[in-house]
Each structure stands twice: as C-alpha cells, then as structure tokens.
C-alpha cells in the first residue's frame, strides 16, 4: 500500500509539473524541453554508448550488455532472467545496479535527482526520450553514468550501463535539488500540517539533505506540496458541480444553489449557497434581528413556527436612546440577559425595578424569550444572544478562505458540524 501511494504521488507531481515553468536561477539549468532537444542535436551520434562502456571496464560492461543483449526480443516474462527491481519505497535513497528494472521513466529520473542529492554531486540528465536515458555526472572527468533503455513493448526502464564511482567532490550546491522533489518529499509533512512554517521548513529540509535550499525553491516546494493536497484552485471549480450533487445526494431535502456571473459569454462562478439538511427536513428556524420594523411580522409571515431573537447589544442601544444610560442599566439588562434560570432573571428584573420603575416597565415591555436565554427555545441549542454571527462566523473561516473553492466548502462543513455538535453536547 504505502508503495502504491508513494508511486501515486510522485506521478502525480511529475505529470503536474512537467509543462510547468519552474526553473529559478538556483534550479538545474536543464530544462525537461532542453533534455529533448539535446537529444535531437546528438541523436546523429548514436554509437557514442559504446565509447562510454568502454571508457569504464569494457570487460565486465561489454559482458553485461551481452547478456542483456541475448534477453532482447524474449517477451514473456518467464523467460527473463531475475532482474534486479527497483523498489520505489528507496526513492529518496536509491541504489543503482546494472541490468534493474525501473516500472517508469518517471521513476528512474526521480531516482537519480536522489542519488544526485544524497551523495551532494549534480547530474545532468543529458537523453531522455521514450526510448531511453542518460545521466552523468556534471564534472568532467567524473565516471559516474548511467544509461538506461526502454524495455520493447512495457514502459519500464533498464539499466544497462552503470559507472557508480564518483571521483568528483562533494559540493553544497546540487543542481538537480529543485521545488518538485522537495514538495514530493515532504509531502506527508505537509499533509499533517498545511500550516508549515516556511522558514521552518526550509532549515529542516536543509539540515536533512545537507545542501542549499534557496528560500524561493522552500516556497515553491510547499505550494506544489499544497497544491497535490488540495487540487488546484482552477480544477476545484470544475468538481464544484460534482461536490453540489454529492451534498443533494447525502442530504436529502438540502438546497445548494451556485450563482453564475457571465464573462465574455462564459458562466463564471460568482457565489454558492448551502443549505445543507442533516436531519429529514425536521427543523425549525431561530432568528436574531436587530428589532426591525416589519422584520418580525415578515418572518411571522413566512416562517410561522420561527423562534425570533433580539441582539441585545442592538436592545441596549434603543434603551440607552430611551433615556436608561449609564453602567448600571446596562449591567443589569446585561445580567438578565444572560440569566439561564427563570429565579435569576427575576432577581435581575427586581433589581432593575429598584433602580428605576421606567427603566424596568420599559424592559418588561420587550417579551424576555426575545432576549434572555432565560427562556429562549431549547430546540435550537444555541445561546447566541448578538446578531453579529457573520462577522464572528468570518472571522473564523479565515484560515479556510485561502484554500480552493472545494476544500474551503469542506472545511466550513467540517467546522459547521463539530461546532454544532459541541453545542448539542454542551446542551445535554
Ligand atoms: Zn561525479
């Protein structure tokens, strides 16, 4: 399983990236493009394979190469000699043989920006096509190579001669250390915490690899790495279709509209409401208005069993405005807002009475299930007593609104529900 998923996320960030711009200054200067066409301008040359095995122990490579050689041609597998394989978990530690088998062109080149870092030289990649690859070591006159061969009919990749001795320095500078094998790295990382410190992150990688890290490749490395959690934010608005059907599909009875704006004869998202339904449409509504005229009769209209809300901070405002200012009206009106207990809210109520009869005739005038949870509707199990719900609810969602369209939905229904439920657990 955990091979599978590390194969899975490295071909992930290969296709991803392949058509990315990501050279940086600091990156290897060879591009996926100039390996090609290298490829183009020395594929005149074809025979130079044999001078490099010669250059290395013509003997044993001359060997080796024919025992591949009479191997050609053999399609079925049982045929085949045991091969060494590649096991893609010791893709961060890989060690090369001659003859072993790579099941991807993916997997080898990923193998080799390994090598390159863990033993800190830099190689070029100098053929890479789909019928084979090679690598060497930049310096000259470093034996290190390795050349690899498409096996005919299968996507997998052989090597078929190896130079395995550096006889270069190590140097603190390794070129094939980029953004893309960072985030693939530390992928698992990141998924455990999104939130990573940059700087963090960059001196851990740092000490790990032993080789700069610039600050520009750290942040590329945790974008790619966010971006393979997440999905793109352009490609999140094309599931936000699937992701409505799926919350109509998993809660019957739920309302989930998208708004559209049009944009040079395009629909362009504009705004998603949800009503997500979680209980068989058994609901009722509480309402929190600032007392405005018309409002209640409205929602008595349009929503006969609604619970209706005052926000006291709105209430203490009008009963300032009625001539009831200063600290000790509102602490009482406070007090007996917050009141949970009919006993507490009365001994509230006769404390108002004893201050100022008008004051308390004005506050007995406004029904207290409006505005103390003394004898607020249990159903809800909510206590809010301010309207200022989308300002704090705003507040919340902050870390959720950088993340694409989709995730962000995800997060705020996460939140939503635990939320929700503290509450019920609370009211129990
Ligand atoms: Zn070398």
Redesign the pocket.
Known sequence: MKIQGLLQDFDFAQTKSDDEEEETSEDFSESDDYESCDYEIESNSDDDTIEDVCEFGEEDIMKSDDDLDSNKGSDNEKERPNFPVFNPIEIYRPTFELGMIFSTRTELRQAIHSHAIITR?SINITKNDKSRLHAK?V?KG?G?KLHALKVTNECTYQVRTYGPD???GMSFHVKNLKSKWLSSKYLDKFKCDPKRNLKGFRIEAMKDVKCHISSYQAYNAKRKAIEMIEGVLDEQYSLLWDFVDEVKRTNPGSTVIVGTDQLAGENRFDRIYVFACFENGDYEWTFISDKQKGLIQAFEVVFHNSDHRFCVRHMHSNFENAGFRGQAFKSILWKAARATTLNEFSRNMEEMNELDENAFQWLNDNPPQNWSRSHFNTYPRCDMLLNNGCESFNSSILEAREKPIVSMLEWIMEYLMTKLQKNRDRAE
């Open positions: 030289r070591c310096e470093c290190w550096h006889s270069c």
